[in-house]
């Protein structure tokens, strides 16, 4: 395996970008056209890549597991996207979003990547106003901004609490009119389960019809997967159920190296879990803690009654309430980071305080605020958010406080790429939350919109190019090659394999079993023989789903089971790489905190010296398949220093 | 809570389909619609039956993927939900559920209680969109939209494309679909350059597909889990009116 090479362009930070737009290599018009470029997603990440890359006059090929691009994931964002605009006038600059990104990931991504996403922010907002998205405005008519953790401006843009929402549809919109054009053709209701590599590049892919059931091949000169998060490796997570690992699993496996697997995010405010048949965990938006306020009581008495429902949250007097947030924190308050809130409402629960009938629970109180400003104003900030909770809980927010506990929300960790976003198997690139490349081990909110829309619409259509301009020359490829043809089969003998198991028990079964010694011990608090434990218990469990499951119906047609088993296979061995690279990595920063790690205030032990590196792993199959290779991280333009939000 | 559950099978497009009665037990009133199908799915494993397919993603009423036909209404007996937000506590125990798939002749049936609304995305791919290609938009800021314009093109905007207005329209009409679309964008002045194009094409497809006429029951308002308004629908004949003299 070569050296990785991060491909970061020479001269100041400032000028990087500028630098390499101005030397690429680019594909003359009429060349484009006879170039096919495979799009993996139609998330925010891949609807703007594939709608850039067709309105450029590529030939695109664009896939979704869901029956139409505009219900992937993204649509589910609910806060908000980041960018540097300063139409606050609060002293926000690119420097300042930039350097917010880098010590919020807690100093474990690279400078280059991030202050060009902090670069681009602006043409981002500026280029969704122009689409039609519906930004929330000020009674001027300008655009109006909220405040998300782990910053001290208000930088953050939003369409009440349905962001993802509108950007994705911007994205979507964008993609229709190139589908109509013809630059782009779509395959919705296909999964990728397959890479096809043909002499060292990235040259094609093999996708599953889910309504038939059959294993389609697909040429591209390049390929891009932009297939979100694995955050569903917990099981329980605020991610889509369809949510999953697949394809950047197969592309691990083909030689694309998988960096940081083991910072993953836990978000703060979400709905707390209720009962086994659960199927997934509800975020309520971080943008509320810009009005909510966080407390547990101060007294374990009360925290006893109140959990068994003796008194109510409102009969607590001031005095006895624990604003922990804002009595550890009194800088940044309510608004620390995700990676901070989430060890700390864990602290007071695991302590006896928590509230809720589990235990596990604490208050997100909106009284202070409906006072201050009017309940209208809360409803008008947050409507739709308190309107999904009380659905859910049955209970009224205006008048009970919420009651939020963390939850898998996000994935840091994800594929390797260059500057270029292409990973180490050449013309195979990755965006998105599918890459791992700019929030270290802890992602700041309203940013992971910001980095999907950058990735496809501002930095994949040039850096793509670099590559595509030395392919013009290669004709397209027929899929009755032999590559082709061994990828359909291993694809095929994979999935008939899950089908002869005919065991007993469901995928579900086994989905959730691995879900509860994820979150068990490779959540919030790990620890070495946790981790060790958990890689033995993960490795029984595969061995048992190998023997055991049962998918009823057949291959060679629509299958829901087999879909999920499919998916479920490839988590299960995602499972232990997360888990080794949590045990590997000696030191506390970010999502990942060991426990063996933590200041005496109960904060994370970094270790710069010894673990200031990204660790990106190579498939080498055999029996121990994993192999870490390390990406030394160079701050030239920022000092590294302890994270402090107090 | 026990339920008695009615639920519409059919193997696949082609095949006929009919309905076939399942006994629940124990169902907890905290568990969602889509939850109670999902242990009715998990025991049809266990007895090696091919479990009830349904569309569903978010689980959080945003992607529009879930839909079910339930008791004779789009997205269950609650209003402005869809159906992965209806939990068991809006029934009774005891009650008899019957679960259909959305009917509407251009949404066909897949298998069981999943359709094909890929109709949806021909009407967009029409004109739902404004023509403007990545890079060289001017700042946003540039553009102003006095609040009020702003607020009710979100209100439009907050279509999931679930396909309620279509299930609960006698015509299977998908003009509140179309019109918070046009909608959306008529009241942005970003928009207004291809107003009279965008209505008259979007139009065209719709009956292209052979959704049907309004004939103003305004049912689809009663049933849509964004409760977007028929006023959109006011909005786009007028659009519409204007494009056909214009
Ligand atoms: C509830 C929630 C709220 C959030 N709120 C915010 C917020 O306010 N601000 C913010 O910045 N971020 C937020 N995030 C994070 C952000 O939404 C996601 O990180 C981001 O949208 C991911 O976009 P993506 O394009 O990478 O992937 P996705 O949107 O997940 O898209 C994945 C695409 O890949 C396709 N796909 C997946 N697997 C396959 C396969 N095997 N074959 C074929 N196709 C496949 C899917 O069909 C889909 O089209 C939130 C996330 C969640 C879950
Ligand atoms: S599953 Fe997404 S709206 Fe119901």
Redesign the pocket.
Known sequence: MTELNAKIPEGPLAEKWANYKAHQNLVNPTNKRKLDVIV???????ASAAASLGELGFTVKN????DS?RR???I??????NAAKNYQNDGDSIYRLFYDTIKGGDYRSREGNVYRLAEVSNEIIDHCVAQGVPFAREYSGLLDNRSFGGALVSRTFYARGQ??QQLLLGAYSALSRQIKLGTVKLYNR????ELVVIDGKARGII?RDLITGKLERYFGHAVVI????YGNVFYLS??AM???A??IWQIFKKGAMFANPCFTQIHPTCIPVHGDYQSKLT?M??SLRNDGRIWVPKNKEDAEKLRKKQIRAKEIKEEDRDYYLERRYPAYGNLVPRDVASRAAKERCDAGYGVGESGFAVYLDFEESIGRLGKYVIEERYGNLFQMYEKIVNENPYENPMMIYPAV??TMGGIWVDYELMTTIPGLYC????NFSDHGANRL??????Q?LADGYFVLPYTIQNFLSNEIRVPRMSTDRPEFEEAEKSAGDRLSKLMRIKGNKSVDHFHKELGKIMWEYVGMGRNEPGLTKAINLIRILRDDFWKDLRIPGNLDEMNIELEKANRVADFLELAELLALDALERKESCGGHLREEYQTPEGECLRNDKDYMYVAAWEYTGGNNPYKMHKEELKYEEIEVKQRIYK | MDFTLKIWRQKNAKAKGKFVTYNLKDVSSNCSFLEMLDILNEQLVHQNEEPVVFDTDCR?GICGLCSLYINGRPHGPDDAITTCQLHMRKFKDGDIIVVEPWRARPFPVIKDLMVDRTAFDAIIQEGGFISVNTGGAPDANAIIIPKEAAELSMDAAACIGCGACVAACKNASAMLFVSAKVSHFALLPQGKPEAKERVRKMVAKMDELGFGNCTNTFACEVECPKLISVSTIARMNREFLWAKIG
């Open positions: 993996v997603g139609t998330g925010l990440a891949g896939f979704c597991y869901q691009p992937a994931h993204s589910a964002a609910q806060g908000g996207i962001t993802g296909h999964e990728m389960i996708a932009a297939t979100g998060g605020t991610n369809g949510s999953n697949s394809a975020l938006s971080e929300h996000y965006l998105g939350e599918a909110g309203a940013s992971a919109l910001m999907g | 959080e």
